[in-house]
């Protein structure tokens, strides 16, 4: 290997561009392209009666208007279930225009095409549609109690039940010496990139062709849908992600009612619409009917030992997942397995309930259920320590699966379908690197400093295991052009992680070129029709691994090319900053452009360098010019494919400090140890760590969908939608471990979701350490945490068996013996 | 389905739409046009001139994406009628490099100190750092924590801007040195 790119902090391709007002996000495009907009339900739940258009019509500008009753064919029919699974028994999507009943403020109802979106909205306005109201199923707790369905043949509002289990349970629990029961609620947030959704398609009438470009992370998937809807050939369909704004797992759903919709209309009114039909979302839109995610009540029963090791976990999850299910149940599914966290949980067993509810769809939000799961066990894992009066760490090290004991199976089946198991992590030396990074055998110190000068603080931590890179596959095209530039192509989408780099990066070191040299594209389906999309943590992984191996394929057939040219045994040539040269004798040496001319029998010299590549000029007469398994072109292609998911895994400590008087929670030190194997870029995987941990920090202390009972978001705007500015996201002090997967050649694992998963577990423990009773309901508002305290005071909540500030401590028993308590129902506070 | 029966589309304004002819002075170049009078200095920009560096994050003045320099100061595109800055000089991140491609201090900044990710965001913490450093020409971390706080990010946890905008101030002090 010539180079040594991988590992390297180096500085980003992307930002040449991102920097100077070069960058083309999907708003950018398409500046003559007539405007789409939307007239959206007011109502959580209600029957359309009439959609009268008339006034609209009379807009001056206005091309078309479309409801329901307009569209043909498949257009007509539900939008694509993308990922079915056998507990999700009662499936439903929308249509892509309301067909007879709303089910969520948002839901698209007409659609209008105008000539731009001034027009557009201006019409939209005069649409008048008439509503006869229904009952809004809102809240986990009113689609539990099933006193009215969100769809009338779902009367329960049960989309799917599911339970895995591990072991026998029930007798683990009954035979435990400890036993707690916790009640657990998480609050829904949002991806919310800071560039909504958007779409641009264009009908290209001579050819029959349509390219939709799309701010999406999943182009090629969004190309097969819309194919398929339209009724086209996948060859006539091309779909490009451009820069996009953000994704963060909202752009993974597809395809959107808008995506298929402004697609058909731009087939439909191409005579109207030469340069076709665009719609970007507006802040507004994106909060009513994009997607949220979280939302979830827990149940944990557990039954442990004196020394906190778990015997058997029982846990129930209710998982609101909004009005439609097009995503499946990835998330509980998430939720359910990787809770488990680093942990052995002796016997365990999950049971989950996917709801409706009359609220936009829940679908993945980086983390995807796993901030939820991490959430459940380390609240747990407290509660034990607490309950023992053990250290925090303590009982988690004791539970821990050691390195040897990798890979480890959970018994369970993955988001994937595969079964759970890990394949390497080292969690003990994580715990004392995190230990270390915090001063957590320092902290009592520090504490009893803070409170002699009136200060309350608290430290917590939390673990997670990340299943990343999940299957089925990517794929890599890697060029070498005459001109010595290497092209890269990779189906998957970027929304800002830098692929442009590290997949450079990868290839750089692989082919023996200049990393410089090396220009890729992401989410393409003109220079990649294979691949799967980015979520998960999954895109340097798959797409990584890909490019190396496409990479290692045009490295072998330029060595054999130039070994002929320079008459020389291939393994004894090495390629350095693109030239091949004999090892040893570099004077011996032919430049990678040359060999790329060679590797191309040429007839017409339409060039200089392609003059070497003539007939007259090379080859054996006595052979075919182009070998019989042999393409011209120094070019491959190779696809990744892994047997299963790799696993990445954190822990995070935290302390805080809580304001005596108005219970203002500021994050005093914020410190993250990560494993996810060799680091490809430190810059880069910093980078997402630092993104991620700011939106747990979001999700802990300041970010909450708020519903009202009519199924109204109350703060959808980012006046109101508290999404932290600078001023409310601490330092984030990071330490790495680099253990390898044994998986995948590049021994990498994913990073792009870790940063925020335990976010809302590890600050709600920091919390309870610094006040002294217990939280188990996040994200929590100072005012939540003031009311918290008054019912503290009065009894209604639990307080920490250890004592915490000056505090008396309710439920302390002195003397108490911890041996003869089971089953201690450690129930929470239901009070909000 | 409702389609108009005309086959062509009339250019311009709709009927009856009250426009103003005005210039837009951006980035030192001026540029005459008539515009309805409603329409936002961030969609003339992006629309009418075709600069799409200035973005569009939530059109309610709060994300800061949209910023740009109005006479020097920094304001939000999103919130002013582009009929209203007739004649004044506004600078967009198009006009932040030199003529020569030469990254601004600032914008070299943000790349050494991976000062974004997305990209989205990035043109209002540009511009808001420009105003902000000349100003504030040698910034304490918190004078400098502060200046970027009424831009939002969801990429980067703001670590990397604020240590980009503190970079940009010493490459600025270094490029004076240099002049």
Request: aromatic content about 6%.
């Given at each position: 290997m010539s180079t040594a790119m991988f590992g390297a902090p180096v500085r980003r391709h992307e930002d040449a561009r991102l920097l100077t007002g070069a960058g083309r996000y999907l708003d950018d495009l398409g500046h003559r392209a007539l405007a789409a907009a939307f007239v959206r339900s007011p109502h959580a739940h209600a029957r359309v009666s009439d959609i009268d258009v008339t006034a609209a019509a009379?807009?001056?500008?206005?091309?078309?208007?479309?409801?329901?009753?307009?569209?043909?064919?498949?257009?007509?029919?539900?939008?694509?279930?993308?990922?079915?699974?056998?507990?999700?028994?009662?499936?439903?999507?929308?249509?892509?225009?309301?067909?007879?009943?709303?089910?969520?403020?948002?839901?698209?109802?007409?659609?209008?095409?105008?000539?731009?979106?001034?027009?557009?909205?201006?019409?939209?306005?005069?649409?008048?549609?008439?509503?006869?109201?229904?009952?809004?199923v809102v809240g986990l707790p009113a689609a539990r109690s099933a006193r009215h369905a969100v769809h009338p043949d779902v009367p329960d509002n049960v989309a799917a039940h599911l339970v895995q289990a591990v072991g026998e349970v029930d007798t683990a629990i009954a035979a435990a010496p400890h036993v707690l029961e916790l009640d657990l609620e998480i609050e829904r947030s949002a991806s919310t990139p800071l560039e909504g959704k958007g779409v641009y398609a264009r009908w290209n009438s001579d050819e029959g062709s349509l390219r939709v470009y799309t701010s999406t992370q999943a182009s090629t998937s969004v190309r097969a849908a819309v194919a398929a809807k339209l009724g086209l050939p996948l060859v006539k369909v091309d779909c490009i992600a451009p820069d996009v704004g953000g994704g963060f797992g909202v752009k993974i759903v597809h395809p959107w009612p808008e995506e298929v919709l402004v697609a058909w209309a731009a087939q439909r009114l191409a005579a109207l619409a030469p340069e076709g039909i665009k719609w970007t979302e507006?802040?507004?839109?994106?909060?009513?009917?994009?997607?949220?995610?979280?939302?979830?009540?827990?149940?944990?029963?557990?039954?442990?030992?004196?020394?906190?090791?778990?015997?058997?976990?029982?846990?129930?999850?209710?998982?609101?997942?909004?009005?439609?299910?097009?995503?499946?149940?990835i998330v509980p599914i998430i939720t359910s397995t990787q809770l488990l966290g680093p942990y052995k949980p002796g016997a365990y067993r999950c049971e989950f309930f996917s709801l409706y509810t009359n609220t936009v769809i829940v679908t993945p939000y980086r983390g995807a259920g796993r901030p939820q799961g991490v959430f459940a066990m380390e609240r747990t894992m407290d509660a034990i320590a607490d309950h023992l009066g053990l250290d925090r760490a303590e009982v988690r090290a004791v539970n821990f699966i050691a390195a040897e004991e990798m890979p480890y199976d959970q018994g369970l089946i993955f988001q994937d379908g595969r079964p759970l198991?890990?394949?390497?992590?080292?969690?003990?030396?994580?715990?004392?690197?995190?230990?270390?990074?915090?001063?957590?055998?320092?902290?009592?110190?520090y504490r009893e400093q803070a409170r002699a000068a009136g200060r309350r603080v608290g430290i917590g931590l939390a673990c997670y295991v990340e299943g990343t890179g999940v299957g089925p596959y990517e794929g890599g095209h890697v060029q070498v052009e005459t001109s010595g530039k290497v092209m890269v192509a990779t189906?998957?989408?970027?929304?800002?992680?830098?692929?442009?780099?590290?997949?450079?990066?990868?290839?750089?070191?692989?082919?023996?070129?200049?990393?410089?040299?090396?220009?890729?594209?992401?989410?393409?389906?003109?220079?990649?029709?294979?691949?799967?999309?980015?979520?998960?943590?999954?895109a340097a992984v798959m797409s990584g691994n890909a490019v190396a191996l496409a990479a290692r394929k045009v490295r072998q057939k330029a060595l054999r090319i130039a070994g002929e040219a320079l008459e020389a045994d291939p393994s004894d040539l090495e390629i350095v900053s693109g030239v091949v040269r004999v090892k040893g004798a570099p004077a011996s040496a032919i430049p990678l452009s040359t060999v790329a001319v060679l590797s191309n029998p040429l007839r017409y010299a339409f060039d200089e360098a392609a003059k070497a590549a003539t007939q007259f000029a090379v080859g054996d007469t006595s052979k075919p010019p182009v070998a019989e398994?042999?393409?011209?072109?120094?070019?491959?292609?190779?696809?990744?494919?892994?047997?299963?998911?790799?696993?990445?895994?954190?822990?995070?400590?935290?302390?805080?400090?809580?304001?005596?008087?108005?219970?203002?929670?500021?994050?005093?030190?914020?410190?993250?140890?990560?494993?996810?194997?060799?680091?490809?870029?430190?810059?880069?995987?910093?980078?997402q760590v630092h993104g991620g941990v700011a939106q747990g920090v979001a999700g802990a202390l300041y970010e909450r969908m708020v519903y009202d009972d009519a199924g109204q978001l109350l703060n959808a705007s980012f006046m109101d939608f508290l999404m932290p500015y600078a001023s409310e996201i601490p330092t984030v002090e990071i330490d790495h471990l680099e253990t390898p997967s044994p998986l995948n050649p590049l021994g990498i694992k994913g990073a792009g979701e870790a940063g925020v998963i335990p976010g809302s577990a590890v600050i709600a423990s920091a919390i309870e350490d610094a006040e002294g009773f217990v939280i188990r309901r996040m994200p929590i508002s100072p005012s939540e945490l003031f009311e918290l305290r008054a019912s503290y005071a009065a009894g209604r909540v639990p307080g920490l068996r250890r004592t915490s500030g000056e505090r008396t401590d309710p439920r302390t028993r002195p003397g108490h013996s911890p041996d003869n308590d089971s089953p201690d129902n450690d129930s929470p506070d239901k009070e909000t | 389905?409702?389609?108009?029966?005309?086959?062509?589309?009339?250019?311009?304004?709709?009927?009856?739409?009250?426009?103003?002819?005005?210039?837009?002075?951006?980035?030192?170049?001026?540029?005459?046009?008539?515009?309805?009078?409603?329409r936002l200095l961030s969609d003339a920009l992006r629309h009418d001139l075709e600069r799409t560096g200035t973005h569009v994050g939530c059109e309610?003045?709060?994300?800061?994406?949209?910023?740009?320099?109005?006479?020097?100061?920094?304001?939000?595109?999103?919130?002013?009628?582009?009929?209203?800055?007739?004649?004044?000089?506004?600078?967009?991140?198009?006009?932040?490099?030199?003529?020569?491609?030469?990254?601004?201090?600032?914008?070299?900044?943000?790349?050494?100190?991976?000062?974004?990710?997305?990209?989205?965001?990035?043109?209002?913490?540009?511009?808001?750092?420009?105003?902000?450093?000349?100003?504030?020409?040698?910034?304490?971390?918190?004078?400098?924590?502060?200046?970027?706080?009424?831009?939002?990010?969801?990429?980067?946890?703001?670590?990397?801007?604020?240590?980009?905008?503190?970079?940009?101030?010493?490459?600025?002090?270094?490029?004076?040195?240099?002049?």
């Open positions: 009379e807009v001056d500008g206005v091309v078309a208007i479309f409801t329901y009753e307009d569209l043909t064919g498949r257009m007509a029919e539900p939008l694509p279930l993308l990922i079915p699974h056998p507990a999700l028994h009662a499936p439903r999507t929308a249509y892509p225009l309301a067909r007879g009943e709303v089910n969520h403020v948002g839901e698209p109802v007409v659609m209008v095409v105008a000539r731009d979106r001034y027009l557009a909205e201006d019409a939209a306005a005069r649409v008048v549609v008439s509503y006869d109201p229904l009952p809004a507006d802040r507004w839109e994106h909060f009513v009917s994009s997607a949220h995610e979280r939302g979830q009540l827990q149940h944990v029963r557990v039954g442990f030992d004196s020394d906190g090791r778990l015997l058997g976990l029982d846990v129930t999850i209710w998982h609101d997942n909004g009005a439609y299910t097009p995503y499946g149940i198991i890990y394949d390497s992590g080292d969690f003990a030396a994580t715990l004392d690197k995190l230990k270390a990074l915090v001063g957590w055998s320092d902290f009592q110190a189906g998957l989408t970027s929304q800002g992680q830098g692929h442009q780099t590290v997949l450079a990066q990868i290839v750089a070191d692989e082919l023996g070129v200049d990393f410089d040299d090396v220009e890729v594209t992401t989410g393409d389906t003109r220079r990649f029709g294979y691949a799967v999309g980015t979520f998960a943590s999954r398994d042999d393409e011209p072109g120094l070019e491959a292609r190779d696809f990744y494919s892994p047997t299963q998911s790799t696993f990445a895994n954190g822990m995070h400590a935290v302390i805080v400090e809580t304001d005596p008087d108005t219970a203002e929670v500021r994050v005093l030190r914020y410190c993250v140890v990560h494993d996810c194997g060799p680091l490809i870029n430190p810059m880069i995987v910093e980078g | 389905m409702r389609a108009q029966a005309d086959d062509g589309l009339p250019a311009g304004p709709a009927a009856g739409e009250q426009t103003r002819e005005v210039t837009l002075r951006v980035n030192g170049v001026g540029h005459r046009l008539r515009l309805p009078v409603r309610h003045g709060v994300c800061g994406a949209c910023t740009v320099l109005l006479e020097g100061r920094p304001v939000r595109s999103c919130l002013i009628l582009a009929v209203s800055v007739d004649g004044q000089d506004i600078t967009t991140v198009e006009g932040l490099a030199a003529p020569d491609g030469g990254l601004h201090p600032v914008q070299q900044a943000f790349r050494e100190r991976h000062g974004l990710q997305c990209g989205f965001c990035t043109p209002g913490f540009l511009l808001t750092t420009v105003a902000f450093l000349r100003e504030t020409p040698q910034p304490s971390e918190e004078q400098a924590r502060e200046a970027i706080s009424g831009n939002l990010c969801r990429c980067t946890g703001y670590q990397n801007i604020l240590a980009s905008v503190l970079r940009a101030a010493e490459l600025s002090a270094g490029r004076e040195e240099q002049a």
